[in-house]
């Protein structure tokens, strides 16, 4: 399962070695791929590693990843390497005794990064929540695990298809994944805020929700944590819905392109 990500010059590529002892193993490019730096062992001691997603801001490339996959061993985690220099220590970023599943993806704009994947709550683990955590300086530290999710929109659960997704534009992020009811849910967040707020929306109503991000909220795995807050809005779309809307624009282009149709 390799991943390739590519900004400017600056090129990486990073797979796994698959069986019980897996590593996350990666090769980068400051030159345009000119030249390539040998291949590193970017999960170093962490064995049993999987499913490592990549990104690339300012110079600074970022390797996400998921530990022991299927039990509460699991772990999430993420390294950085600042312009070719070298591998930071792996920083477990994720719940501590949670089943913490593949990352969705890494999205980086200047110097924030920030990681989004699920992980397993409730009895037996039966429920799944959505997760990220974030760094605001080029990935020198990280916030614990914030929970995504409310009691109306959990995330689905473990499979092998990323259920969610995230960008980021500026200060600005957005979050989407798809709850087990069938609904997609928008998350947005921004970064500097002093206060958490969240409300959510399903069917043409809406209501107050509990709080849904507070960064700082640290695992007890963490090596390295930043203390700011985030603020988030949550709103839940119905997939249905959704389609309709994806396509009226469709049909709206057809006829743009073809008027006699």
């Known amino acids: 399962e390799p991943w390739i990500y590519a900004n400017g010059p600056d090129v990486i590529a990073a797979g796994e070695s698959k069986n019980s002892t897996s590593q996350i193993v990666g090769v980068l490019s400051i030159d345009y791929g000119a030249t390539w730096t040998p291949a590193f062992n970017i999960s170093q001691s962490i064995v049993d590693s999987w499913g490592p997603m990549v990104s690339i801001s300012n110079g600074v490339f970022y390797v996400a990843w998921r530990s022991n996959p299927g039990g509460s061993q699991s772990q999430e985690y993420v390294s950085v390497n600042d312009n070719g220099s070298g591998w930071s220590a792996p920083v477990a970023i994720g719940y501590g005794g949670q089943d913490n599943e593949w ?19 409730g009895a037996n683990n039966g429920e799944w929540n959505t997760a990220v955590a ?21 995330a689905m659960p473990e499979n092998d298809i990323a259920q969610g997704a ?14 087990p009811t069938g609904q997609i849910v928008l998350s947005t967040g921004s970064v500097g805020s002093s206060s958490s707020s969240a409300s959510t929306e399903s ?25 700011s807050t985030i603020t988030s809005i949550n709103i839940i779309v119905p997939i249905v ?9 469709a049909a709206v282009m057809i006829r743009r392109r073809h008027p006699t149709v």
């Open 103 to 121: 990352p969705f993806t890494v999205v980086t704009s200047g110097s924030d990064a920030y990681v989004m994947w699920s992980f397993a709550t």
């Open 134 to 154: 974030y760094s605001t300086d080029s990935g020198q530290t990280w916030t614990g695990p914030i929970n995504l999710s409310t009691s109306a929109s959990r």
């Open 166 to 179: 995230a960008a980021i534009n500026g200060r600005n992020s957005y979050y989407v994944w798809e709850t």
């Open 203 to 227: 069917g043409g109503t809406s209501s107050s929700s509990q709080t849904i991000a507070t960064r700082g909220a640290t695992s007890s795995n963490n090596t390295s944590t930043s203390s």
């Open 241 to 249: 819905i959704l389609g309709g809307v994806l396509a009226v624009i």
